[in-house]
């Protein structure tokens, strides 16, 4: 029952005031509190490992590149790891696999790059843009998924099959999981989408068709 046919059943015998408790009155504001400290939380979390030395890839670095975008958004997009333009901004997916992945974001799904939410596997680069290590991942993957909790998004895209392999837990060949969905396994309620890294289908124009096939898989999803 809703509250305007609570208050109508009431009315009918013969309450018309209902005074609430301090808890009752205090929960709806817990949980809008929450709402509003999405960014808060990741700036904290962020700042927490900003100077992390957990695996080798903090030699070579110039900077951790944290997550960019709207912690609000339904979508989280999940790269591999920052490249050289990346790692001097100190922002994911700045560089020319970005700006396609940015005119993707775009043109199939009608959102501009600040609405959705873009991050990576591991936050640092590895040298000459390497594909990251399984320890690499593995020391990485306890910021990323504090990152995907305060986030809680409907949909994880994972770019490429590192970033796969990094949310799944399992090696898989990606062009033949691409555009399929699976749970993720700490919230089933989550899903993961898998689908080419933009890097990829700039080396291979012709993955471009199933790339925005996966994206309008992804649109229908979210509604």
Known sequence: MGVRETAKALEEIGIREVYLTEKLRKEPAKAETFQKDRRRLLEEHFSSFKNCTKCELHRSRSQVVFGDGNPYSPIVFVGEAPGEEEDIQGRPFVGRAGRYLNSKIEEILGLKREEVY???VCKCRPPGNRKPTPSEINAC???LKRELDIIKPKVICCLGATAGEG???KKFSIT????????????PKIKVLLTYHPAYILRNPSADKDFVEDLNKLKEFIG
Do not use: E, H, Q, S
């Not at 033949?176 to 919230?187: E, L, M, Q, T």
């Open 167 to 169: 949310i799944l837990g």
């Open 118 to 120: 873009i991050t990576n």
């Open 141 to 143: 993957f306890p910021y």
């Open 176 to 187: 033949k999981v691409r555009g399929n969905f699976y749970p993720y396994p700490y919230d």
